[in-house]
């Protein structure tokens, strides 16, 4: 594997980390690119911390989604690239093109770098938000087969995904040149944190409720993924023959709410739920039920439950010495 080179964009990021420690403890060489590269020795600091990686087989590139320079020489003599950079906002942005312009652009931009190096192959990490937000009825099951009609009222970044995976399939299709793509449409990522590289998911449906910012258990319920299972099933994606121009949901079995977050916290780490709110369970009308079975039986995925997910993001945060050599 020494001879295979991986792109890593977005390196800096929760599940960007956990990709390159999985590379690197599998002897590839490995890229990563990073919009300033003044946090390239946060992560260093934070693999060091992980375990003992080979950071002389990883290297670091200048790029930003938003402009042409650095993409070239990043994908040069690269035989991967795994495309996992893209905005995520905290809050709705006052036009939603605020997320859109940049998804779609940032992802067209690497394709073409890619293409131009020829690249065997990308992956791009897409969302549950381009599969899951167009079908209602009671009991569905969502595979990878549905999408999100992105021509009806959506929020921003549901609908920045959405466009931005079509866009990359048209790309694919009209201009690839042979370049194999295979997406990968993630859940709520959870899973221990590295060196405080965190996540928005983490952020909310943990920090906040064990410090109590969390009121109430919205109108709203998440799938859950390992980040060290996304992780794997990214690389699997990579190199498996039978994954080229496929997606694969990345998620474990059920879906929780804020409400089942909180009680699962109360009853498996008692000592931190002093400032957890009382709040109401959240409807079982909101309870999408999704389908991993794709990423299971083509490529053999076993993903961890999802209160393992959970309660090693808990762990990370207040306990790091439980967690620190199962990452």
Known sequence: MKNNTVLVTGG?????????AQLLELGYTVKTT????SKKEQLIEALRTNGDHNL??????????????????AATDCTYVLHLASPFPMGEP????????????????VLKAANRAQVK?????????????????????FTEKDWTDDSTPLPAYIKSKTVAEKAAWQYIEEEGKGMEL???????????????????????AIQGIINGD??????FTMGVVDVRDAASLHISAMVEQKASGERFIAATDGIMSFYDVAQLIRTERPKLA?????????????????????????????????????LSSVDSLFNPEKVKNEV
């Open 12 to 20: 800096s990021g929760f599940l960007g980390i956990h990709i390159i």
């Open 34 to 37: 990073l919009r300033d590269l």
């Open 56 to 73: 002389d087989d990883l290297s670091f590139f200048q790029a930003d989604l938003t402009k042409d320079e650095g993409w070239d020489l």
């Open 94 to 109: 006052e036009h939603e093109d605020e997320l859109i312009v940049p998804a779609v652009e940032g992802t067209l931009r």
């Open 121 to 141: 192959r990308v992956v791009i990490t897409s969302s549950f938000a381009a599969v899951g937000y167009s079908i209602n009825d009671e009991g569905y099951v």
């Open 182 to 204: 295979t997406v990968i449409n993630p859940v709520g990522i959870f899973g221990p944190v590295i060196g405080g590289i965190s996540s928005s998911s983490i952020q909310m």
């Open 214 to 219: 969390i009121k109430e258990s919205p109108n």
């Open 274 to 310: 002093g400032n957890i709110a009382d709040m109401k369970p959240t409807p079982a009308a909101y309870y999408k039920a999704m389908s991993n079975q794709k990423a299971k039986s083509l490529l053999g995925w076993q993903p961890r439950t999802k209160e393992e997910a959970l």
